[in-house]
């Protein structure tokens, strides 16, 4: 079963160029950790793909492991693990996130 769930956030990682794992969607969190990751997404003119790991625990689960990272919400930009909103919200507050949407729309 674990190798299913690890094909089906590869596929879904692939599938979209920018995609948040968070819990609620783009248009209603349910935590405010995946508020505040929204909230600095939204800040840029860019596309991105919300997952609600909250109608699948078993995936939610599988994601963890996959990311090696303990919490939710997670984002990858082509297909790279960034971090949990700790995370983005580090690197919007020292631009870098910036240098990496920057690249990913360039490329």
Known sequence: MQKNFNTTIETLIKQYPIVLFIKGDKYSQKCNFSK????ILNKFNIEYHTINVLNNKKLKDQLKI???WPTIPQLYINQEFIGGTDIIINLYKTLKLH?????HVNS
């Open 36 to 39: 505040q990751a929204v909230d």
């Open 66 to 68: 996959h990311s090696q």
């Open 99 to 103: 240098e990496i949407l920057e690249v």
